[in-house]
């Protein structure tokens, strides 16, 4: 299991993000606050996509942005083929972190 830390907001939201562990189990996508589970999708049931203010996952009809601290590493492990140009370059200094 590959977990990173952030931190999830609503687009509309202006008060404090809530910080998040984010966990990718199984091909689900989890995020726990201090307190509870927030959500466990399966990563085929939402859509993520980055952008410059973070990562916005789309299912069941909401919209969540995901803030994370390791966001290259993140992009990775999801397979992410899009992302903006900064995040682009970082997800491939990791890569070749990796070889």
Known sequence: MTSF?????????AEVPVRVVIDLPDERLRLLSDVAEIANWRLGDIQISAKSDGFHI??????LIL???????????LDLRSAPVDLARR???YRDSLR
């Not at 830390?5 to 939201?13: F, W």
């Open 67 to 77: 803030k994370v601290d390791q966001d290259a590493q993140f992009a990775v492990a």
């Open 58 to 63: 789309r299912g069941t009809g909401e919209e």
């Open 5 to 13: 830390d952030g931190s999830l907001r609503t687009p509309d939201e």
């Open 91 to 93: 997800m491939a200094v």
